[in-house]
């Protein structure tokens, strides 16, 4: 069963770079069926995707964040990080790592695809001085 | 991007009660419609994708519909492992987009 993991540090100086890794266990990230996703919530607010990679390195990031986002991919290591540079207090939130299936080219069902499973359980990262 | 508005913003049921939920896109979405269930410190679960279609292993009393710009999750018989929050996400153009959540309590 596949299962991800968020790591990082849970507390992120303004100005400075939130660094985080997802681990990917009992599956292999280096797949051409799926990407790998970032998702953040602010408390009491809903989920904002940040961004994808593939296992080629290729990404899509959210056009609100794109000028601060990076996301990476290490196959080697079954792993996929995010950087989001310039942090304020607006991207405190829970940070959760997904993988996110490709439409499959001939699929039954027209609409199925891009959906986000499984889920990382979320880390808080609070930006605070 | 497109806006996801879900309703109720949560809600007070009790085992056995059918439950629905509705979601609404700012614009056409045709199906490209998936909902997910979240129980506190866990992680999201999956269990509904292209508006309509079962997940492998969701029980059957979960189902969906609607198409275009207005859908529904219906529990047609909660049980105590279904109070949770549920929300929709619009899988029709990025940057993909998610409903704010209800909660069934």
């Known amino acids: 069963q596949l299962q991800l993991q968020e790591s990082g540090p849970g507390r992120v100086k303004p100005s400075e770079t939130l660094s985080l890794t997802c681990s990917v266990s009992?599956?292999?990230?280096?797949?051409?069926?799926?990407?790998w996703d970032w998702i953040r919530q602010p408390p009491g607010k809903g989920l904002e995707w940040i961004g994808s990679v593939y296992y080629s390195g290729n990404t899509y990031y959210n056009p609100s964040l794109r000028s601060r986002v990076s996301i990476t991919i290490e196959t080697s290591k079954n792993q996929f990080s995010l950087k989001l540079n310039s942090v304020t207090a607006a991207d405190t939130a829970v940070y959760s790592c997904a993988r996110r299936r490709l439409p499959a080219p001939k699929r039954v069902v027209v609409a199925a695809g891009n959906w986000f499973d499984p889920w990382g359980r979320g880390t808080l990262v609070i930006v605070s001085s | 991007d497109i806006q996801m508005t879900q309703s109720p913003s949560s809600l007070s049921a009790s085992v056995g009660d059918r439950v629905t939920i509705t979601c609404r896109a700012s614009?056409?979405?045709?199906?490209?419609l998936n909902w997910y269930q979240q129980k506190p410190g866990k992680a999201p679960e999956f269990l509904i994708y292209a508006a309509t279609s079962l997940q492998s292993g969701v029980p059957s009393r979960f189902s969906g519909s609607g198409s275009g710009t207005d859908f529904t999750l219906t529990i047609s018989s909660l049980q105590p492992e279904d109070f949770a929050t549920y929300f929709c996400q619009q899988s029709y153009s990025m940057p993909w987009t998610f409903g704010q959540g209800t909660k069934v309590e």
């Open positions: 614009q056409h979405i045709d199906s490209y």
């Open positions: 009992g599956g292999s990230i280096d797949s051409r069926d799926y990407y």
